[in-house]
């Protein structure tokens, strides 16, 4: 097992190569293809397919279970295969004219996300085969900041080169930074898996219980609601306010600093407070946060109400990653976490078109609204939830 830092430093990378692209999908994105003359309807639905991949994580989770490949072990050659396809697919989407070439735009944007998926869940399987059980939250606030480090760091520099230089630009230079990470996990050695942890088919018997099945509606419904909402959040900037390319981007950064907050204060809040309580917290805070959004009047009410966004969205992200680490069978441990993910993910898929499209039928301010009360709609599913088990760090 590498040392405590360079885990860490590992883990943060990677996410941070995962944030790199999901900066510009959830928030750049739509802004690049308005300049197609594409409709929010249209960005939606390449939103909803590019996110596809993170639905289908889990056959990639039960690959890397079984298989030791190439000798490397079960995560590490999974990783470097995903970076550096993904690396391959930002080179190329420049090429493709997402007006004319509309399904074209779709492959590539479905390709990219495709090679994200494959190291995510390699890195999430990774993480839950090296990380004490007191290091959960701690570890997931590490990612989720890691990751929107790279949507703050990211998001500001590509809207000042989307602005001052081109959109061609963007995408050579997020090329570039999925290979960051590629260094450090080259120079790992993976540790053969613990015998008690071989990969059993049996163990996928743990999908049956009601508390997993929750666990699952509720990652649907917290991803629906943030990254819906995330996603209108620079349309409706530049809609009421008239923000350029460079400020969208700046504003994007702003949220992604509170992203890097809240997980980091998020994951070492929920080790001492327990989740219990930590998921309470985050379901008050992301309704609050997101009707906050409706009402920003200003520009400069924006910058402190986007702000306040970003540490609810950075906070709950961390709290359900911890909790679904948790629960999680070391057996099936990346199969298992990455299909808790994939179903958030189908939350994902269904935010993006249906924000964008209530977006283009009643307006952004109502919409943000309605996506903050549908939080209340977890609330039942969490007595389910922890009814069967004590939950690391409850006390």
């Known amino acids: 097992m590498p040392a405590k830092p360079l885990r ?36 939606g639905w390449i939103g909803a397919i590019a996110m596809t991949p993170f639905i289908l994580k889990i056959f990639f989770g039960m690959i890397s279970d079984r298989f030791n490949l190439f000798k490397m072990g079960h995560r590490k050659p999974y990783i470097i295969m995903g970076l550096i396809l993904q690396s391959i697919a930002c080179f190329l989407v420049p090429l493709v004219n997402p007006a004319s070439q509309y399904i074209m735009f779709i492959f590539f944007a479905f390709f990219m996300m495709s090679a994200m998926a494959l190291y995510d869940t390699c890195t999430d399987g990774l993480a839950l085969d090296i990380t004490p059980k007191a290091e959960e939250g701690t570890i997931q606030g590490v990612m989720v900041a890691g990751r929107a480090l790279g949507v703050v760091i990211v998001s500001g520099v590509i809207g000042v080169v989307a602005q001052n230089i081109s959109w061609n630009a963007v995408f050579w230079l997020l090329g570039i930074l999925p290979l960051l990470p590629l260094f450090i996990v080259l120079g790992i050695k993976e540790e053969p898996r613990k015998a008690e942890h071989a990969f059993e088919w049996k163990a996928f018997g743990a999908f049956k219980k009601k508390k997993i099945i929750m666990l699952g509606l509720l990652g649907a419904l917290y991803s629906l609601i ?39 204060a998020g994951g070492k809040l929920t080790d001492k407070i327990g989740q219990r309580v930590a998921v309470r917290v985050a379901i008050y805070t992301s309704m609050i946060a997101i009707i906050g959004l409706a009402l920003i009047t200003t520009s400069t009410l924006a910058w402190i109400l986007v702000f306040i966004f970003g540490l609810a969205f950075g906070y709950y992200e961390t709290i359900y990653f911890a909790l679904s680490m948790d629960l999680s069978d070391p057996k099936i441990a990346a199969s298992m976490f990455s299909l808790l993910m994939a179903v958030a993910n189908i939350g994902t898929a269904i935010g993006l078109p249906l924000s964008g499209s209530l977006a283009v039928g009643i307006g952004y301010r109502p919409t943000f609204i309605l996506l903050a009360l549908i939080n209340l709609a977890a609330l039942p599913m969490l007595p389910v939830i922890f009814k069967e088990k004590k939950v690391v760090g409850e006390g």
């Open 8 to 43: 860490y430093l590992m883990f943060g990378l990677l996410y941070f190569a995962q944030g790199s692209i999901m900066s510009y999908f959830t928030s750049l994105n739509a802004l690049y293809l308005q300049g197609f003359q594409l409709s929010m309807a249209e960005i």
């Open 226 to 264: 943030i990254y819906g909402a995330n996603q209108n959040v620079n349309p409706f900037l530049v809609e009421n306010f008239h923000f350029n390319l460079a400020t969208a981007g700046l504003m994007s950064t702003v949220w992604g600093i509170g992203v890097v907050i809240g997980g980091i």
